[in-house]
Structure formats: structure tokens, C-alpha cells
């Protein structure tokens, strides 16, 4: 078995089976993320038309406040022309002169809210077009996803041959060994040594575990126990 070669390749194409794995897994959490983005956009619209109504409301009562203050103001008027004293005749003008000073008060509140109203009204494509741009992305990402499931799906099946015709190459003995470790971390279970040390743990290995790997023996590390090749393009 041309062990050191064809151990790296085992090792690339379970990380890229993980990676293609992740890929597929990902999609549908990055989908929910442009849910979520498309219904807060719409609580906005939703809450930007409650509150526009909201003010609209406070604007109307306030002009029937004003309403009947101006009617008030009238009858007093009238009741100051037939005052029957100079006392009574005061008193109606004091209160004619708070009226008014109120009506005053009143119409500046009446017009600061209506102006809210107009330049709040003008942001109504705003909040639309959020929601409309929000939909867009989702839609388009999701349409993404779907070719791009696709491809995964048919690379992964690739992977999981290749996967399979390079275990066949590994002696029986190991194997099994080789599988528990596959089945409980992935990818990790394998390491290429690095430096003279395994690229997991970095636990130094022995001079003769070197020239053992390297003529063929499968060797695991006696460390972190992940199954240990050398990358020849980088341990030479
Ligand atoms: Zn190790």
C-alpha cells in the first residue's frame, strides 16, 4: 500500500466530505436568519402604520378640543356683553383671556403633530420597500441554496466513494480502530505529522515511529490517538 500518499488523500477527503457536510447543514439556518429579517421588517411596517394612526387619533381629538374651546370662547363673548356688573363683566374677560391663550397653545400642538403626520406619511415607501428588499434577499438566497444543494449533494456522494475505494486500501487490523475514531470526530481522526510532531496534538513523535510510518506501518498517535500519516510535501 503506498501508505503515506494515499493516507493524505483519505484524510483531504474526509475534511472536504466535513466541509461540503457543513455546507448543506448551513443552508437551512442561514434561510431561517432571512426569515426572521423579513417578518421584523414587517412588524415595522406594521408598527409604523399603528403609530401613524396613533397620531392621526390625537390630532382629531385635539381639533375637537379646540372645537369647543372656540365655542366656549363664544358663548362667553355673549355672556360679557350682558354681564350685569363690572365684576361679573371682568371675571368673563379674564376667562375669555385664558381660553384664548389655551386655544393658542393648542393649535401649535395641532400643527407640530400634523407636520409629524406629513413627514412621517412620506416614509411609508421606506418601510415597504424594507420589506419588499428583505423578501427579495430571502427568496434569492434561497433560490441559491436550492442549485447549490444540489451540487453538494452529488459532491458528497463523489466524496463518499472516493472515501470508500481509499479505505479499502487500509489493512484490516487498523481499520477498525480507524472507523470508531471516523465515527466519533470526522475529519479529526487523522493527523499529518508536522515538524516531527502530530499536527493534532503536537506531541513529538519517536525517530523510530517516523521511519515506521513512513514504511507503511499505520500508526496511531499515542497522544490524542489520531491515526498519523506524513504529508511528504511538507515532511520530507
Ligand atoms: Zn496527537
Known amino acids: 500500500m503506498p501508505a503515506t500518499n ?5 484524510h483531504q477527503t ?13 443552508g437551512p439556518v442561514q434561510i431561517k436568519a432571512r426569515e426572521s429579517i423579513v417578518r421584523k ?27 369647543s374651546l372656540e365655542k366656549k370662547i363664544t358663548d362667553l363673548k355673549v355672556k360679557l356683553n350682558s354681564a350685569a356688573s363690572n365684576r361679573e363683566f371682568d371675571i368673563f374677560k379674564e376667562q375669555i383671556r385664558a381660553d384664548e391663550m389655551a386655544m393658542s397653545v393648542l393649535e401649535d400642538e395641532i400643527l407640530e403633530i400634523m407636520e409629524r403626520i406629513d413627514s412621517e406619511t412620506a416614509r411609508q415607501e421606506e ?9 427579495e434577499d430571502r427568496d434569492a438566497f434561497r433560490a441559491q441554496f436550492e442549485t447549490k444543494s444540489r451540487e453538494l449533494h452529488d459532491t458528497i456522494q463523489k466524496l463518499e466513494k472516493h472515501l470508500a475505494s481509499l479505505e479499502r486500501l487500509l489493512p484490516s487490523e487498523p481499520k477498525e480502530q480507524y472507523r470508531r475514531l ?14 516531527g510532531a ?4 503536537y506531541v513529538n513523535l519517536t525517530p523510530q515511529q517516523r521511519i515506521q510510518i513512513k514504511s507503511g506501518v499505520v500508526l496511531f498517535c499515542s497522544s490524542c490517538g489520531a491515526l498519523l500519516y506524513i504529508d511528504e510535501s511538507q515532511e520530507p
Open 41 to 67: 421588517r414587517e412588524k415595522e411596517l406594521e408598527d409604523y402604520h399603528a403609530e401613524l394612526k396613533r397620531q392621526k387619533m390625537f390630532a382629531d381629538q385635539k381639533s375637537l378640543d379646540l372645537q
Open 6 to 10: 494515499s493516507l493524505k488523500e483519505l
Open 198 to 201: 502530530c499536527g493534532n496534538c
Open 182 to 195: 471516523v465515527a466519533s470526530r470526522g475529519a479529526k481522526a487523522m493527523s499529518a505529522v508536522s515538524n
Open 127 to 135: 418601510y415597504e420597500q424594507n420589506v419588499a428588499k428583505a423578501k
Open 14 to 26: 474526509h475534511q472536504q466530505l466535513e466541509d461540503a457536510r457543513h455546507q448543506l447543514e448551513r
